[in-house]
């Protein structure tokens, strides 16, 4: 090996030293596909009780008092979408980090948490808000708008790709706006199908090679 490509070599080994210690990079694809999935189930089961509250409109005595148990029941149904999807990221990012033995909890990962969660938190609250006025119409795009945000915000500390999910989220949040009435369609596309569109693609590209090669 000449000089030259030894010098070659060094660059590239603190380029990937300096990249590992300012971006936290061990965010698995199967976390994108698996949260993909969890939104999807939840979608359907969304789609199916709201089909059977319409269904029953005209034998239901108190209308308002089965809605509000719709609302209710869709809400915890979220909350559960959102824990199931967080363990599974939580689970793949620990599998990956002990695959590249990197640190699961360091500064990185951090300030990556830290820009996620500002406006993951405020979005949180103005969507509980909009639940104290009985304002659901824009819930939808409210959370794929601030979720989007979230991705942006904390895509500086972790792999570059995942600030295109956030745009994508923002600009879908933005469309779904002016067909209020099809929120549900855009939340299962947004949170479901393009975190599987993602996910799949970063497992491509980061671990699937790799596994090929084992």
């Known amino acids: 090996m000449s000089v030259k490509d030894q010098h070659l070599d060094t660059l590239e080994d603190i380029r990937r030293m300096m990249k590992r210690s300012s971006r936290f990079i061990s965010l698995s694809g199967l976390s994108g596909i698996a949260a993909g999935v969890w939104a999807l189930i939840g979608s359907y089961l969304a789609f199916t009780w709201i089909g059977k509250y319409r269904n029953n409109l005209d034998n239901v005595r108190n209308n308002d008092l089965d809605l509000h148990q719709l ?8 909350i ?17 980090a002990g695959k590249d033995r990197l ?18 938190v405020a979005g ?18 409210a959370s794929l ?10 895509g500086k ?14 600009v879908l949040g933005l469309v779904c706006t002016q067909f209020i009435h099809y929120g ?8 479901g199908i393009l975190h599987i569109i993602y996910g799949f693609a970063m497992w491509r590209k980061y671990e699937g090679s790799r596994v090929a090669e084992d």
Request: charged share 10%.
């Open 145 to 154: 708008i601030f979720y989007g945000l979230a991705l942006v915000n904390g």
């Open 124 to 141: 949180g609250l103005f969507i509980l808000a909009m639940l104290q006025y009985d304002e659901w119409r824009f819930i939808a795009p």
């Open 80 to 96: 559960a979408i959102l824990i199931v999807a967080v363990i599974s990221a939580l689970y793949f990012t620990w599998r990956k």
């Open 103 to 120: 640190p699961l909890w360091d500064h990185t990962a951090k300030m990556l948490i830290l820009n996620i969660a500002i406006p993951l």
């Open 71 to 78: 609302q209710v029941d869709l809400l915890l149904l979220a």
């Open 184 to 191: 549900l369609y855009f939340w299962a596309i947004g949170f």
């Open 157 to 170: 500390y972790t792999l570059s790709e995942i600030r295109y999910l956030g745009i994508s989220e923002i």
